[in-house]
């Protein structure tokens, strides 16, 4: 059985400040790389061993994916481009309580989070899912069975959740929230209302 296990980022410098950084390229802080170290002292306590790691080419999402590898271990992570964070378009490097003034109506309010669906030079929801798709053929053309992490982002995570489950992807925004450094488990053996292994405590959205 091939297990595909997703952990976001820990805390980031735009993070911190409540900044929308979509492909800005910030570092984590002191406090994200120790919620990247929490969330791999507890894969280690767990007994979860991958065959591989891969992260997106982002900062905060490398160095994570670093941290789990090297508390497990294991080589270095591979960089997959398709990893990467949705482009946030015009919104990008905006305060997180300015999404409102610069894209209502199209928004989709959830208790911790108010997600943009469509501001200009944006990706979309839509087309995240798409690229999600891509993500799990690779994972798939190379692997039969074994535990892969992928260390990515917040929006494309879960659109990977949405593409691996065939979800509708309006539907599942608001279902959970992807906080830093969490982990979740797509797997035939795990129902897509099942998603989270860790939890992180959260500092910021």
Request: proline share 4%; charged share 25%; hydrophobic share 35%.
């Amino acid at each position: 059985m091939l297990n595909i296990y997703i952990a976001r980022h820990g805390q980031d410098g735009d993070n911190v400040k409540g900044i929308l950084n979509g492909r800005r390229n910030m570092p984590l802080t002191e406090l994200g790389e120790r919620q990247a170290k929490e969330v791999a002292e507890k894969i280690k306590a767990a007994g979860i061993k991958f065959d591989k790691v891969y992260a997106s080419p982002l900062k905060r999402a490398y160095k994570t994916a670093k941290i789990i590898s090297d508390t497990l271990g294991m080589e270095k992570p591979e960089v997959m481009e398709e990893l990467i964070e949705r482009d946030f378009g015009i919104m990008s490097g905006k305060s997180h309580i300015d999404i409102e003034k610069y894209c209502a109506p199209n928004i989709l309010k959830t208790e911790t989070v108010t997600y943009f669906l469509s501001p200009e030079g944006a990706e979309t929801f839509p087309q995240l899912v798409e690229r999600g798709k891509v993500v799990l053929n690779k994972i798939r053309e190379k692997y039969n069975n074994g535990n892969i992490l992928l260390v990515s982002h917040g929006d494309i995570g879960k659109m990977i959740y949405v593409a691996y489950y065939n979800l509708d992807w309006k539907e599942f925004l608001p279902k959970f929230h992807f906080g830093n450094s969490d982990l979740l488990l797509m797997s035939e053996s795990s129902p897509a209302d099942t998603s989270h292994v860790f939890k992180i405590e959260q500092h910021n959205l």
